[in-house]
C-alpha cells in the first residue's frame, strides 16, 4: 500500500455517525486536555491556537480560560467549528504540514494530529517555530498495543486497521512511545511527557469511540483482504460486551517550551 489520502478522505464530517464518534472522542478525552492545559497555566490573555480542532470542544476551553478572541482553531474541514466563532475564535480551515503560520502563540495544542502524519517530525518543527518566546507546546499524541488485548478479535482488528491507517495515510501508531524526544529534537525546552492508559470497557465510551474509529476504515481492511466483515462484526461484538475489558491505547502528553 502507497500513503494515498489525508484523514477528511476517511471521515464524512456531514454524518451524524462522525458527530458521535467526535462527541465520544470529547467524552473520554477532554478531562485529560483540559487538565493538561491547566497544569501549563493557560490563562487570560494567552494567545492559543487548536490545530485539528474537531468538534472545538478543546478551543472552547481555551476561550473559556484565555478570552475567545485570543484563540484560533484550524482543521482541514472546520464544518463543526463554526459555533465557536460566537465566542469569538478565529476558526481557519489550515493545514499544518504546508500553510503559513496563522500567528504567534503562547500555546499550542493538537490532540490525535501529529501521529497521522507522514512528516511529523516536520509539522512538530514547525508548529514549535510559531511559538512566542516562554510559549508552551502541548502534543496529545494515541499509541496502540493491539498484542495486549484480551480477545483475539479485538487484537486482529486494530492490527489490521493500523496496517491501512499506515499504509494509506502515514499514521505511526507507536510514535507517542518516543515522546518527549522529538520535542527535544525540534528545539524545545523544559520537555516532559506524561502516559494515561483508559480501560476499554466494552459498551463504555472508550470502547465505542475505539469502534467507531476503527470503523473509518473497514472497507479499506475488506479491500486489502486483511479481515472479512465476520471479522468486523466479532470485534464490534466484542466493543459491546460487558464482560470485555482492555487496555489497548496510550494516550502520551507531551510539552515542551521555546526558549
Partial sequence: MTITVQW???VDTAALREHERMRLMEEVFDPYSIANLDRIGVGAGWRCLEV????????RAMADRAGGENVVA???STRLLDPLTELGVTVLRHDVTVDPAPGEFDLIHARFVLDHLPDRDGALRRMASWLRPGGWLLLEVGSTAPELSSRPEVAKAMTAGNAVLAGQLGTHTSWARTMPLPLRAAG???CTALGQAIAVCGGGPMAR???????L???RVVAAGLLSRDDIDAADATFADPSFVDYTWLTVAATGRRG
Fill in 217 to 219: 476504515v473497514d472497507d
Fill in 209 to 215: 469511540w475505539l469502534k467507531e474509529t476503527y470503523a
Fill in 8 to 10: 477528511p478522505e476517511f
Fill in 52 to 59: 485539528g480542532a474537531g468538534g472545538g470542544s478543546i478551543a
Fill in 74 to 76: 484550524t482543521d482541514l
Fill in 188 to 190: 524545545l525546552t523544559d
